[in-house]
């Protein structure tokens, strides 16, 4: 007596019993893995990193505080120091060469550092100690004059206000409901601040 052969079904493109699944166990490009926010898991991910906390967002601008705008004050109190009562024209405006060189310092000065340095390497000595970082929100690469430029002249602007609006600006990424803790000078610059530690 014979044995009928096993019926013949259409060809599945399931793997047999035993056989390893393709991809199973291998590791995948971080950019073909979905961002856990969209798979459904935890806070939002960009492709980049983690977006960095809030907490280590200000401590680098603290120490970047401290290591561009003490020195500058200093400066400024010695320039004006040698330069005496001609800074001034007596009701405490200052006139001519001594306006130059204040927005010389405290203009021209923070400008070359934050842009100069986002623009080029995506952190400040600030943001480098803390392990923070700025990139593109796009594509995770750093920013560029462009961005940069941009992400300095909102909180700028805003520090013409009172300095109200400039400490508005750096507040802002707690009051972003996406979850990416973009400030207002992310979203016009396009960017977003990444943990790499």
Not at 73 to 80: E, N, T
Request: charged share 15%; glycine share 14%.
């Amino acid at each position: 007596m014979t044995t009928p052969p096993p019926p013949q079904g259409p060809p599945s493109d399931q793997p047999q019993y035993g056989q390893q699944q393709p991809g199973y166990g291998q590791d995948q490009p971080l950019d073909s893995m979905p961002p856990a926010a969209e798979a459904g898991y935890g806070p939002p991910v960009h492709a980049a990193g983690q977006y960095a906390d809030m907490g280590k967002r200000f401590l680098a601008r603290l120490i970047d505080f401290v290591i561009i705008f003490i020195p500058l004050l200093i400066l400024y109190f010695v320039l004006f120091a040698i330069a005496g009562s001609d800074a001034e024209d007596g009701t405490g405006v200052l006139t001519g060469g001594a306006a130059i060189v204040y927005w010389l310092i405290f203009v021209a000065g923070p400008l070359a550092y934050e842009v100069g340095l986002i623009a080029s390497r995506g952190a400040t000595i600030g943001k480098q100690i803390v392990g923070v970082k700025v990139v593109r929100e796009a594509d995770g690469q750093v920013p560029g004059g462009g961005p940069a430029f941009l992400r300095w002249l909102i909180p700028f602007a805003g520090s013409l206000v009172c300095g109200i609006g400039q400490l508005l600006v750096y507040v802002s990424p707690f009051f972003d409901n996406t979850g990416r803790r973009q400030g207002w000078h992310d979203k016009v610059a396009k960017t977003v601040v990444i943990a790499t530690r």
